[in-house]
C-alpha cells in the first residue's frame, strides 16, 4: 500500500492509501506518477507521496503539514515561535537542547527553557 498526500497551497488537507496495483507501471514497478495520477482522477487536486518509514520526504504526511519544495521534505506545523528548524531532518528544534538528566520535562517558551515536570500520584 502507498500513501497519497493531497496539498493545498503545500499544505496538506488529506491523506490517503492506494492499493499497490494502482499504482504500478507498465514494467510492474511501483511508479509515484502513477500514483499521483490515479489520485487526481479519483479526487482532484494535487497530490504526492508519502511513507511511513520516512524513505521519501523525510517524514510521513499529517493534516496540517506544510510541503517544501526545496527540502522535498513534510515539515510538521512550527510548535512554538522560538523553535528552529533542522533542514536536514526537516524538524522542529528548541533553541535550547533537552536536558539529559533523567526526569521528563516540557518546554516554557516564557523563559525559553525546559522545565521539570512534577508527577505525583
Known amino acids: 500500500m502507498a500513501h497519497f498526500a493531497q496539498l493545498e497551497n503545500n499544505v ?28 487526481s482522477n479519483l479526487l482532484g487536486g494535487t497530490w504526492i507521496q508519502t511513507s511511513y518509514n520516512g524513505r521519501i520526504r523525510k517524514n510521513y504526511a499529517g493534516v496540517g503539514y506544510t510541503y517544501d519544495e526545496t527540502l522535498d521534505a513534510f515539515i510538521a506545523p512550527k510548535p512554538y515561535n522560538s523553535w528552529l528548524l533542522d533542514e536536514d531532518k526537516a524538524q522542529w528544534k528548541a533553541p535550547v537542547d533537552y536536558p539529559t538528566e533523567e526526569g521528563r520535562y516540557t518546554w516554557n517558551e516564557a523563559t525559553l527553557t525546559w522545565d521539570v515536570v512534577n508527577e505525583q500520584l
Open 12 to 39: 496538506v488537507t488529506q491523506v490517503i492509501v492506494v492499493a499497490n496495483q494502482d499504482i504500478l507501471d507498465e514494467n510492474g514497478q511501483e511508479s509515484e506518477q502513477k500514483g499521483i495520477d490515479f489520485c
